[in-house]
C-alpha cells in the first residue's frame, strides 16, 4: 500500500487479520495467550476492571460479566479490523492473571501503543517487565512494526520502572496529558524502535 505521500506502507495489510493471533511464550511457565469468551476470562477481566489501582491507571473499568465478555469480543474484533492486540497473561491452561497488549495499531505508519496490568495477586515477580519484551520482539520482530510507545503517568513509579528494565527508553515528559479520575496527570513517553539498542 502507498500513502498520499508517496511513502510505501510499513507493515502491508492483512498481516494481523489473515492469521490467527498467537499464542507467545514467556519465561516461568507463564504465556500470552488470546483472551477467551469463558466464564473464567470474563471474570478475570472483570475483577480487573473493578480493582482501583487498574482504574486508576489503565483507566479500564468493567461493571459485569457480561460486559467483559461483550469486552473480549471487542478484542477479538479490533484483532480482525488490524487496531488492536490483546493478550491475557496466564499460566498455560489457566485463568488470565493480567493483561498485555497493543492498542492504537497503525500497521501503515508502523507503530502501536503498548498496555498492560496484573491482577494484584500476581503483582511483584516481574511478570510485565517479560511480558513486554516479548510483546516488543512480537510487534517489532515479527508483526514488523518500527515503534511501540508506553506512557505512563508519572505518579506510577512501577509502570515506569518496567518501562526501563523492558527496554523501552524515555523519551520525555508529556505535561498535563491525561485525564484520570483524581485530575489530570504528567505522563512519561518510553518507546522502543526498531534497530535501536
Ligand atoms: C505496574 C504493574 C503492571 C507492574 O507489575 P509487576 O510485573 O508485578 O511489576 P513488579 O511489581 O514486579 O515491579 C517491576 C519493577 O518495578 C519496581 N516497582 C514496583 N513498585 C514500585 C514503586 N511503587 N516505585 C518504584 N518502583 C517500583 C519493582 O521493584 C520492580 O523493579 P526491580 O525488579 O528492579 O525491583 C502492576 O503493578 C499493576 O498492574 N499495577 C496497576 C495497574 C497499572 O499500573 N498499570 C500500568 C498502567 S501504565
Redesign the pocket.
Given at each position: 500500500m502507498i500513502s498520499d505521500h508517496g511513502i510505501p506502507g510499513v507493515v502491508p495489510a492483512g498481516s494481523m487479520a489473515d492469521r490467527s493471533q498467537p499464542v507467545l511464550v514467556l519465561p516461568g511457565g507463564l504465556e500470552l495467550r488470546p483472551w477467551r469468551t469463558d466464564d473464567a476470562d470474563a471474570d478475570a477481566l472483570l475483577a480487573g476492571g473493578q480493582?482501583p489501582?487498574?482504574r486508576?491507571?489503565?483507566l479500564f473499568s468493567v461493571g459485569s460479566r457480561d460486559e467483559a465478555r461483550a469486552r473480549i469480543e471487542r478484542m477479538h474484533e479490533r484483532w480482525r479490523a488490524e487496531t488492536g492486540a490483546v493478550w491475557a497473561i496466564a499460566r498455560p491452561g489457566g485463568p488470565p492473571l493480567?493483561l498485555a497488549g497493543l492498542h492504537a495499531v497503525d500497521l501503515a505508519g508502523g507503530s502501536a501503543d503498548i498496555?498492560?496490568?496484573?491482577?494484584p495477586e500476581?503483582?511483584?515477580?516481574?511478570?510485565?517487565?517479560q511480558?513486554a519484551r516479548r510483546l516488543g520482539r512480537w510487534a517489532l520482530d515479527e508483526l514488523g512494526l518500527h515503534r511501540l510507545r508506553?506512557?505512563?503517568?508519572v505518579a506510577?513509579?512501577?509502570?515506569?520502572?518496567?518501562a526501563e528494565?523492558a527496554g523501552y527508553a524515555y523519551e520525555g515528559t508529556m505535561r498535563s496529558s491525561l485525564l484520570h479520575a483524581d485530575g489530570w496527570h504528567d505522563e512519561h513517553l518510553h518507546a522502543l524502535v526498531a534497530g535501536s539498542d
Open positions: 480493582e489501582a487498574i486508576q491507571w489503565n493480567g498496555m498492560y496490568w496484573l491482577l500476581s503483582r511483584g515477580g516481574g511478570i510485565v517487565v511480558a508506553l506512557c505512563h503517568a506510577n513509579p512501577a509502570s515506569c520502572r518496567v528494565k
